[in-house]
């Protein structure tokens, strides 16, 4: 496999993340923040989907004490270029040892609150992976249908609340209705369980990072789908 590791004499690099040439210090710092990180609390609430989820202070709140008594901060600095939109997140010790990474994403529009919607989304998430925060509880389930605690049977719910479910979880992804509407190949108010399901997969995909958000994919008939294969 090849070595794609660069060092300099200032720091080192591989595949986007950056660290000082050294991190003896910075690395049993973070073990012994991280023992004592707890989750973030949702103290939020989703006023579509009637769901608490945890925000960026949230973050900040499980995270900013353990970090700041084993001689750690954080600093983010956020860049936009139209729509494309880079979060830079350096974790440092206080020897002067870091490391650095960075998180690109995309706005639905140019708009600043969409902008600045985006570049929250995206430092909430990048702090949280730098310092392995998590949620209270898995919302993995929330892109689809309602699951108990006890062994994952499904509640049923009216068809509205559900599309407003559905819509609130891809809110987080900053996508609206019309990519849904152009991935499943239908309007939004005819979606049927099916569809509903397909969508749920979709939000799991980009949950995992799997895919990007603008890089959905759209409907493709069956029979355009078996042209292409013949084509290919």
Avoid at 8 to 34: F, M
Avoid at 52 to 64: F, G, H, I, M, P
Avoid at 184 to 202: N, S
Wanted: aromatic content about 6%.
């Amino acid at each position: 496999m090849e070595d794609k590791t660069l060092q300099t004499d200032k720091d080192v690099r591989y595949d986007g993340v950056r660290t000082s040439l050294e991190i003896n210090e910075i690395a049993p710092a973070l073990v012994l923040a991280q023992a004592e990180i707890g989750s973030a609390k949702k103290g939020n609430l989703n006023p579509h989907f009637k769901s608490k989820y945890a925000d960026l202070s949230d973050v900040w709140d499980a995270c900013r004490e353990p970090l700041t008594k084993h001689g750690l901060s954080v600093v983010q600095i956020p860049q936009a270029d139209g729509q494309k939109v880079n979060v830079t997140t350096l974790l440092l010790h206080k020897s002067g040892q870091f490391i650095q990474g960075n998180l690109q994403m995309t706005s639905r529009d140019p708009s600043p609150q969409a902008i600045g919607s985006c570049i929250t989304y995206a430092r909430r998430y990048s702090l949280s992976a730098f310092v392995s925060v998590a949620p209270d509880d898995d919302d993995g389930n929330e892109a689809s249908k309602g699951s108990s605690r006890d062994g994952g049977a499904r509640a049923p719910k009216p068809p509205v609340d559900r599309s407003q479910q559905l819509l609130a979880a891809f809110d987080k992804f900053m996508i609206g209705k019309d990519v849904l509407e152009s991935h499943v190949g239908k309007p939004f108010d005819k979606f049927v369980d099916a569809d509903f399901d397909k969508c749920g997969k979709l939000w799991g995909e980009l949950k995992a990072g799997k895919i990007l958000p603008d890089a959905i994919p759209p409907y493709v008939s069956p029979e355009k789908a078996k042209l292409e294969q013949v084509f290919q």
